[in-house]
């Protein structure tokens, strides 16, 4: 199962939560971007309806597969400071 992590960080003057090098929106207090993380890690949880996909993949090959809408990654919302 795919795991993703979200981290609160100070950014652009308040705080965010990140994903990679993605930063959200920024927010006025660490404890409102944490709240937002954690509202955002619930509805990854929520499964979707069977779909097909259509994707280009890193050679530039378009690819169409299947997908459950099941499949959901395991989320975590961490301080980046630690």
Do not use: C
Not at 43 to 68: F, K, L, T
């Amino acid at each position: 199962m795919t795991n993703i992590v979200y981290e609160i960080v100070e950014h652009d003057g308040g705080w965010a939560y990140k994903l990679g090098d993605v930063f959200s929106e920024t927010y006025p207090s660490k404890e409102l971007a944490t709240a937002v993380a954690n509202d955002v890690a619930e509805r990854q949880q929520i499964a979707g309806e069977p779909e097909v996909v259509q994707y280009q993949d890193a050679e530039g090959v378009w690819r169409e597969e299947s997908v459950s809408g099941d499949d959901r990654p395991e989320v975590d919302v961490r301080d980046g400071a630690t």
